[in-house]
């Protein structure tokens, strides 16, 4: 089913799996509700974020079999997706039930990591799903707003 996401691009993975990224928020809006007023708000609120460093050193299996890198620390993935789900709920997210979501950068079965991974989280990206097609709609810098 065709769905927006708000996730962070981890280039620092590419190499390892295509779009690498940490969703924020899946799914975000309909395509019809994502406005110029609601991409005007998410990018005061992404500016609004400062850029943070993190690691990728622990290869989890979730109860589904779906393999992946957990993001450390985690703390700063869910303090911005808490922020997100309380500042736009008008778009309910995982049925509205944070509380299940972990964050994390899915990998191929069976993957294998050989030494931690140093990434930067500098932006978000709108993604637009459509069966096996992800359009990028926007992208949004952190820390851009005026001190």
């Known amino acids: 089913m065709p769905h927006s996401v708000l996730v962070v691009p981890v280039p620092e993975a590419e190499s390892i799996v295509r779009r690498a990224h940490v969703t924020l928020l899946s799914p975000f809006a309909a395509k019809e509700e994502l406005t110029d007023g609601v991409l005007g708000e998410l990018e005061q609120f992404f500016a609004d974020c400062l850029p943070w460093s993190f690691r990728l050193a622990e290869v989890a299996v979730f109860p589904s079999g779906t393999t992946y890198l957990s993001p450390d620390p985690v703390a700063s993935f869910r ?51 459509d069966d096996d097609v992800v359009d990028t709609l926007a992208t949004f810098p952190f820390g851009t707003a005026a001190a």
Not at 83 to 102: C, K, M, Y
Request: charged share 20%; proline share 8%.
């Open 79 to 129: 303090s911005v997706t808490h922020a997100l789900t309380r500042h736009f709920r008008e778009f309910p997210s995982h049925d509205g039930q944070f509380g299940d979501v972990i964050p994390h950068l899915s990998v191929p079965e069976g993957f294998v990591l050989h030494e931690p991974i140093e990434a930067h989280a500098r932006s978000a990206e709108l993604w637009w799903y």
